[in-house]
Structure formats: C-alpha cells, structure tokens
C-alpha cells in the first residue's frame, strides 16, 4: 500500500516543498536527517511525525529517483 498521500505539494507551504501533510517538514529534511545517520525514533521525536511519515518520505524520494535520467556521476 503507498504511502505517497501523506505528501503534499503546495506552493503556499515551503515554497512548493514536499511536506509531511499537516507539518511544515519537508522530505528532503528526513531523507538527509537519515542520511546523516538520525535514527527514525530521532526524527519522529524531533519533528513530532510518525514512522509512517518518514516511509512515505522514503517512498517518495524513490519513485522521484526512479524517474531521473542518469548521467555520468563524479565519484571522489
């Protein structure tokens, strides 16, 4: 079951965004919150959203990347 309702676009919030629906926090935020190595208890606890949110982060930012013509990528 997808998860992707839980994320809005409206250029009213953040400027067009993707936000958690109902919170000003976006996805790219939670993405690199885990990236940086936050854990999702942390993530929950510090932007008042559940682990549910932080999937449909995730899930979003998979199908955006799904989507992305690939281009030569400079590894250092």
């Known amino acids: ?6 994320i ?6 953040r400027h067009g965004k993707p936000v958690i629906k109902g919170t000003r926090v976006p996805v790219d935020l ?3 919150s885990l ?4 854990s ?3 993530i ?10 932080i999937l449909a982060a995730l899930e979003y930012a998979a199908q955006i990347i799904s ?3 690939v281009g ?3 590894v250092a």
């Open 1 to 6: 079951m997808s998860r992707i309702n839980r």
């Open 8 to 13: 809005i676009i409206d250029k009213n919030i």
């Open 30 to 32: 939670i993405v690199g």
């Open 35 to 38: 990236a940086g190595g936050a």
């Open 40 to 42: 999702m208890e942390e």
């Open 44 to 53: 929950c606890e510090d932007y008042g959203i559940e682990k549910e949110d």
């Open 67 to 69: 989507n992305e013509e």
């Open 72 to 74: 030569n990528l400079a």
